[in-house]
């Protein structure tokens, strides 16, 4: 199951190497300032804190992941076809929300598909996860040195192939659980019960807190670097970086929990995120931008990981695809759309130093938040 979740994750993490790095750039092309790019961010944000979980309810009760993520990904390939023809900006809005609805599905239902599999050995998520790091830092690289000679549109010509061709794989080679029973007692409410316990509530208040510091910042992140004199071969690399560091930090990341237990490489995740923010604010030029981008890696590793096990650990398996979306989906979106909305206003009065302060402070709020709910003795599953 490794092998077969791994290049799921390298594929689909492959699409999203050419887009994540390259859609400012895009979108600057067209003619969008910087206060409506924020909101182009903020949006697929929103759309995926409704539809991520609608997408696990679904795949938890047909029992199987393969039919929610061959619809989400035809309609991601209906968004992205429809964004390359360069619509007017009013029309980017449905654009984004489409796409965002296709893609949501992807992370945490593969997620949820992959701990499930490996029941007993759902430490090695890590590793099938790591594949999917590699998949976007070779796609990442590769489409900033097709914008470089040909313009920001080709990258809908690496984008739009890698979905279909994820389509093809999960259909044909994810099976089912393991089980054919399906599941008659999940639903919205059901999801959100999962709150009730205090450790979980505190999970999800500071995951929306870390991610919205993290995705905040990271959405101009190519343009600082556009700022600072790069090209589209360097902020590539500046995006190839982050992950770079992802791989062995995802593939060593069962000897750290051994050691230090998962909920401090949790924590220690949201921290190097804090230390991330305060880096990007300080660097002079864009090869130290590049650089600090390797605490991306770092932080995001052991974050995605650590919050995936320790759920995988708390959590029924009839409601694991549940709550993947809703921690993995519905937290990272509420938290991406106040991050970008609010990194988008400030940066737009203050500037993109400013703006890289208060993700920091909000990141460094966000880590003692997790390591009240998962830093206990008492929140650790047993």
Request: glycine content about 12%.
């Amino acid at each position: 199951m490794v092998i077969t979740s791994g290049v799921a994750y390298a594929v689909f993490f492959g699409a999203y190497g050419s887009w994540g790095p390259y859609w400012p750039v895009y979108f600057s092309q067209l003619g969008v300032d910087l206060g409506a790019i924020g909101l182009l961010a903020a949006i697929p944000a929103a759309v995926q804190i409704f539809v991520s979980p609608a997408w696990g309810i679904a795949a938890d009760r047909l029992g199987d992941v393969r039919a929610p993520l061959a619809a989400a990904g035809v309609i991601a390939i209906v968004a992205a076809a429809f964004l390359a023809t360069g619509p007017a900006v009013v029309l980017l809005v449905p654009g984004v929300a489409l796409l965002a609805a296709g893609t949501s599905a992807w992370p945490p239902l593969i997620d949820a598909r992959t701990v499930t599999a490996l029941g007993a050995h759902r430490d090695r998520y890590g590793q099938a996860r790591a594949v999917g790091s590699a998949g976007f830092i070779v796609v990442s690289i590769v489409v900033g040195l097709l914008i470089n000679a040909r313009g920001p549109r080709v990258l809908f010509a690496v984008y739009i192939p890698l979905i279909a061709l994820a389509v093809v794989w999960v259909v044909r080679l994810f099976g089912r659980a393991g089980t054919r029973q399906r599941v008659s007692g999940v639903g919205p409410i059901g999801a959100f019960r999962l709150l009730r316990e205090r450790p979980m509530a505190l999970l999800f208040v500071g995951s929306v807190l870390v991610w919205a510091a993290c995705n905040g910042a990271s959405a101009f992140f190519s343009l600082r670097l556009v700022a600072q004199g790069a090209d589209a071969g360097l902020v590539g690399v500046g995006w190839a970086v982050n992950a770079l560091v992802e791989v062995p930090m995802m593939l060593i990341f069962r000897r750290l929990a051994r050691r230090t237990g998962v909920p401090a490489l949790i924590a220690a995740g949201a921290a190097a995120l804090a230390v991330r923010n305060l880096g990007w604010a300080v660097a002079g030029t864009d090869l130290a931008t590049v650089a600090v981008a390797l605490l991306s890696g770092v932080g995001f590793s052991l974050f995605l990981v650590g919050v995936t096990g320790w759920l995988a650990d708390r959590v029924p398996s009839s409601l694991r695809a549940t709550a993947q979306a809703l921690f993995l989906g519905t937290a990272y979106a509420t938290g991406t759309i106040t991050g970008a909305l609010g990194a988008g206003a400030i940066a737009n009065s203050a500037g993109l130093d400013a703006m890289f302060y208060v993700a920091t402070v909000v990141a460094v709020v966000g880590a003692l938040t997790i390591w009240l709910a998962v830093g206990r003795p008492g929140s650790r599953p047993a």
